[in-house]
């Protein structure tokens, strides 16, 4: 068999004498095939336990070492002792596929590439917890305040993601520490937040925004975060009028006002007074005209206006509006060009206009007894139908003016104002 070593060359032949040349040649080629095995043992036992694999061409010795830990007989290679050492310092295998190794240079854990993000729905306070950690919290309904385990406990780097995809009024309290540079604060419908903890106190990124409706009179609690506050407000819309006569023109009630607005955070202040304005209420007694609406209000800042005059319609601007302005922010007195913001109302011949976001007029009822169209809006309430015999109907929130009736019991009532607030990242 032959070897990189020595091979043998048959001489001399079997069965003859050999003369002292040639086996002296043999001889020789055994001696060097020992020494180059002598050689290579010596250089690969100068690495103690390692495995090697290679050819001699008794000018050099090439070297190629085996890339997986081995396990020989009764020998262990270096390679698979350390193998093992490697294995058993590790985390459990099981569950980790596609994470990578991270140490803090004492102990060594198994991370994810991305951090896993579980949407945990709610409706009640759970505290906000350690375990909690890159959790998407989504509120999908209820008005409760949500609470926070201390800062202190949570540590440095503890985040989540909080949206109030509900209907309700979030307030977001931690146990201890500031959020926002605030104790607490609303998270109104549609926020989303990430929230962050530095061991101290919490800190929020918005991203998206909030929407929140004011159909009552309340407190608007400034949300932080915020460059401006965006909205629309409605003026209420006035109740129609009632003749107990079906020979008398009698008035559809004028719808309210609207107005947008944006304001910036910074004249706000923690809070303000939202007022809605009540729709004009429903008329009983013996009257063309119906009961004006009232006026909606954020605080001293913004207002919108109804008509003293109930089959005018409501307007940015206080007071009577004659009836050539017929656009813009001013009330319409009907039966001109729609109005775009100011409500529109009843003209003298009872023919009722139409706004592009103010209220619409309600109905009327001509001397004729025929109960003439009510007002439509784009984006406000239009106004309520006429009856000759019957009541009236009320006109559509927010800011429809009420129909108009004859010898029905009661005139249709005029819709109540509204807020509508949206927040400017």
Request: glycine share 20%.
């Amino acid at each position: 068999m032959t070897n990189p070593f020595y091979t043998a060359t048959g001489n001399p032949p079997a069965q003859t004498r050999g003369t002292s040349s040639p086996l002296r040649a043999e001889f020789l080629g055994i001696q060097t095939g020992f020494d180059g095995v002598n050689a290579t043992v010596n250089a690969k036992g100068a690495i103690a336990g390692q495995v090697w694999t290679g050819t001699h061409d008794f000018t050099g010795a090439t070297e190629v070492k085996v890339p997986t830990p081995t396990a020989i007989g009764d020998a262990v290679t270096k390679e698979y002792a350390d193998g093992l050492a490697f294995a058993t310092a590790l985390p459990a295998q099981a569950g980790n596929a596609g994470k990578f190794i991270n140490t803090n240079g004492v102990t060594a854990s198994w991370l994810a590439v991305m951090p896993q993000i579980i949407r945990s729905p709610r409706t009640s306070n759970t505290i906000l917890a350690v375990a909690d950690q890159t959790t998407f919290v989504d509120i999908t309904s209820g008005t409760f305040a949500q609470t926070f385990v201390a800062a202190v406990t949570l540590g440095t780097g503890w985040y989540i993601c909080l949206r109030n995809s509900g209907a309700g009024d979030v307030t977001l309290s931690p146990t201890a520490g500031l959020i926002d540079g605030l104790s607490s604060y609303i998270m109104y419908p549609g926020e989303t937040r990430l929230i962050q903890c530095d061991g101290t106190n919490f800190t929020s990124i918005i991203l998206h925004p909030y929407s929140r409706v004011f159909t009552t009179t309340g407190i608007w609690t400034i949300p932080p975060g915020y460059s401006y506050h965006g909205g629309l407000v409605w003026s209420a819309g006035a109740s129609g009028g009632r003749t107990n006569s079906v020979s008398t023109l009698c008035y559809g009630g004028g719808g309210g006002g609207c107005a947008p607005f944006a304001l910036p955070s910074n004249i706000l202040g923690s809070s303000q007074i939202i007022s809605i304005g009540a729709g004009g209420t429903s008329f009983t007694g013996v009257s063309a005209l119906g009961t004006p609406g009232g006026n909606t209000t954020i605080g001293s800042l913004f207002a919108v206006y109804s008509n003293a005059n109930s089959y005018y319609g409501g307007s940015v601007v206080q007071g009577l509006v004659s009836s050539s302005q017929t656009v813009g922010f001013e009330g319409n007195q009907g039966g001109g060009a729609k109005a775009i913001y100011g409500g529109d109302g009843s003209a003298v011949s009872g023919v009722s206009g139409g706004s592009i976001y103010g209220g619409g007029a309600g109905g009327s009822v001509n001397s004729s007894a025929v109960a003439l169209t009510a007002g439509a809006s784009v984006f406000g309430g239009s106004g309520g139908a006429s009856s000759s015999a019957a009541s009236g109907f009320s006109g559509t929130t927010p800011g429809g003016g009420g129909g108009a009736t004859q010898t029905g019991t009661s005139s249709g009532a005029g819709a109540r104002g509204e807020v509508r607030i949206w927040g400017i990242v």
